[in-house]
């Protein structure tokens, strides 16, 4: 299936903002031309990418999928045409906010690989999970990690992060393994948060909406993952963060059939003005490098 960059620009662009005016207006396109390069891609890939009510634009499973491939054949072409264009060193410094936790284990083990590539940069790192503002606080760029949502400011996938229902091997043993997800009533649940409600799809599309109860709550994903696996309970955890613990059998993954509803994105947010400076997309082009790998 071959198509045109216009195409897959727009695919990502209403994708991204889940609406296809907003995507119009980002583009300076008509709405009539946003949806007919919607149409052709589905044409081309012969399914539906998105679901389209009057309200809300939500993208189906093969639209998740073909989101992902379309990020990475446009970061590959941003990436090559920057080095293509690049008439002078980099330099300047980066300014971002990112969660703790994400950086210590996929941001700062790519740092010095970077800074070989580009010895004119510094690094300003603010780690936090709170909200900042990006302009009054002269922040580059912020990665957050969450569903997707709509946004005042331009936002690219780094990439997905579903999230997974597990529990230890040491839990499962002593209580049993829950089957379906009307099961977890009778199990402990650890809540991270307020997230006490989970929502669970089975593969017809069907959803299960579930109130979650344990004996602990804590406002710490860190934490929230040493308590799985010292098996107290069962919880929700993102691929990312327990994918060795996964590999390893010390988690183990529940309710196969079924996904997590409003899947989890790794997501950079700029605003649009510094978008065209180049050490910025660089950065974001290395990150996107690097998470494409197994």
């Known amino acids: 299936m071959l198509t045109d960059i216009l195409t897959l620009q727009v695919f990502e662009k209403v994708a991204t903002l889940r609406s296809f005016t907003r995507a119009a207006t980002a583009l300076k ?3 009539v031309m946003v949806s007919k ?46 080095a293509v264009t690049a008439q002078e060193t980099l330099t300047g410094t980066l300014r971002f906010v990112a969660p703790p936790f994400f950086s210590r284990y996929h ?7 970077f800074l070989d590539r580009h010895p004119g940069l ?26 997707l949502q709509e946004s005042v400011y331009d936002q690219r996938i780094l990439f997905e992060n579903p999230k997974i229902i597990c529990a230890a091997p040491s839990y499962l043993d002593r209580y049993g393994t829950p089957v379906h997800p009307k099961e ?13 409600y989970w929502t669970l799809v089975d593969q017809f599309g069907h959803r299960e909406i579930l109130e979650l109860s344990g004996n602990i709550r804590c406002n710490n994903g860190e934490l929230i993952k040493e308590l799985v696996l010292a098996g107290l309970g069962i919880t929700l ?24 509803d409003n899947p989890t994105m790794v997501v950079a947010r700029y605003p649009k003005c510094l978008l065209s400076e180049t050490h910025i997309q660089t950065f974001l082009d290395f990150l996107i490098e690097k998470y494409q790998r197994p």
């Open 29 to 31: 396109f008509s709405q």
């Open 37 to 82: 390069r919607i149409a052709k891609l589905e044409a081309a890939v012969g399914t539906l990418l998105l679901d389209r009510t009057t309200r809300h634009v939500s993208l189906t499973p093969d639209g998740h999928k073909v989101l992902a491939a379309v990020t990475r054949i446009l970061s590959t072409l941003d990436r090559e045409w920057h």
């Open 107 to 113: 941001i700062v083990p790519y740092l010095g690989e």
């Open 122 to 147: 510094t690094f300003d790192m603010i780690l936090t999970e709170n909200e900042v503002d990006l302009l009054k606080d002269g922040i580059h760029f912020e990665i957050r990690i969450g569903p």
């Open 184 to 196: 977890l009533k009778s199990h402990n649940c650890l809540i991270f948060g307020e997230n006490h």
């Open 237 to 260: 955890k993102s691929q990312q963060d327990i994918y060795n613990e996964l590999r390893s059998g010390a988690l183990m993954p529940l309710f196969p059939d079924y996904r997590i």
